[in-house]
């Protein structure tokens, strides 16, 4: 009898711990429903990004992807800057505005990438630069003009003074600076690619101390005859003025 109740104790107990176990799984597939990432709706029309009680900006959305026009706005409510998306993709010129309501800069987009001239413009509406960019790459292109709209020139160049001490012990010292001595520029090894300034491809040397040393090495094998450096001077209007310079060398075998 005492063997019959145990046995009957035992097929209860079991019975038990299987239903607390099917309504723990039960529970626990609830909580995973509940936290799956929801899918993407496909929103069309305007969100508003908001900080507080200030709009920041307002996107315009298609089918969930950015598809039209975007703008954010200064804390005061003007418009600070508007984009034109298509597919998700910056397209057309972006326009960076004055808090006035005037056009400070535009910038042309393709596909995403800067890619054409930029211009910046005063109060006035006149025009206060033009700057070449491709494939989202500086160019060398660059006009800067006055309020009265004159053309702005006679920017600084790279100078390069040598110390060659190749014969004594085999270094060859190019030390760059400005021709006016300015300490606001970015000295760089290297040289345009396709007409674009790469840094990738560039070795920055200093920034912002006005001057710059190469020394180069006698390696006994042949190298280049000539190196080129790339200056990222700036401008009174706070812009970059890209200069180069080639430096031809006396020997073939400086590295």
Not at 58 to 74: D, P
Not at 170 to 188: A, N
Request: hydrophobic fraction near 35%; proline fraction near 2%.
């Amino acid at each position: 009898m005492k063997k019959l109740l145990y046995s009957l104790f035992i097929i209860i107990l079991i019975a038990a711990i299987g239903c607390k176990g099917k309504g723990t799984e039960k529970k626990d597939l609830q909580s995973a429903a509940d936290t799956t990432a929801v899918a993407d709706t496909g929103f069309t029309g305007i969100k508003k990004m908001m900080s507080g009680q200030y709009v920041v900006s307002e996107i315009t959305f298609k089918n969930g992807v950015r598809h039209g026009l975007m703008k954010s706005f200064y804390q005061t409510g003007e418009v600070r800057t508007t984009w034109w998306y298509e597919n998700g993709l910056k397209q057309d010129s972006s326009r960076f505005y004055y808090t006035q309501g005037e056009v400070y800069r535009t910038t042309p987009y393709k596909n995403d990438t800067v890619d054409g001239i930029q211009k910046q413009f005063y109060r006035t509406k006149k025009v206060r630069a033009k700057m070449g960019w491709s494939k989202g790459m500086r160019t060398q292109f660059m006009e800067e003009f006055d309020a009265n709209g004159k053309l702005i020139g006679g920017y600084p160049q790279i100078v390069a003074n040598i110390k060659d001490q190749y014969a004594t012990n085999g270094t060859y010292r190019i030390d760059l600076e400005l021709s006016d001595k300015s300490k606001f520029v970015y000295f760089y090894l290297g040289e345009f690619t396709d007409g674009r300034f790469d840094t990738t491809r560039c070795k920055l040397l200093t920034k912002d101390i006005g001057t710059a040393g190469i020394v180069l090495k006698k390696s006994g094998t042949p190298g280049p005859n000539y190196v080129s450096v790339i200056a990222s001077i700036r401008t009174p209007l706070l812009n970059r003025y890209l200069s180069s310079k080639k430096i031809d060398l006396p020997y073939n075998d400086l590295k």
